[in-house]
């Protein structure tokens, strides 16, 4: 069974970026951002995800999501 993964935690060290920064940079609230890092979001809006790859300069979504076996 395969699993969609929110990489985002990673990218946030690997930029050395905290939410509340990519939050203001995005301008997507801090919670939604948390609950993309911790699995807890079931549904992903990418209009998030867009915003969130502008705000890093990140043009490949496979570098935001990726699939997993669960």
């Given at each position: 069974?395969?699993?969609?993964?929110?990489?985002?935690?990673a990218?946030?060290?690997?930029?050395?970026?905290?939410?509340?920064?990519?939050?203001?940079?995005?301008?997507?609230?801090?919670?939604?951002?948390?609950?993309?890092?911790?699995?807890?979001?079931?549904?992903?809006?990418?209009?998030?995800?867009?915003?969130?790859?502008?705000?890093?300069?990140?043009?490949?979504?496979?570098?935001?999501?990726?699939?997993?076996?669960?």
């Amino acid at each position: 069974m395969k699993k969609v993964e929110v990489t985002l935690g990673a990218l946030l060290k690997k930029n050395n970026i905290t939410m509340n920064e990519l939050a203001l940079k995005s301008d997507v609230r801090r919670a939604a951002i948390s609950e993309l890092i911790s699995g807890k979001r079931e549904n992903i809006n990418f209009r998030h995800i867009e915003r969130i790859a502008d705000a890093l300069n990140i043009t490949d979504i496979r570098d935001i999501i990726t699939i997993v076996e669960k």
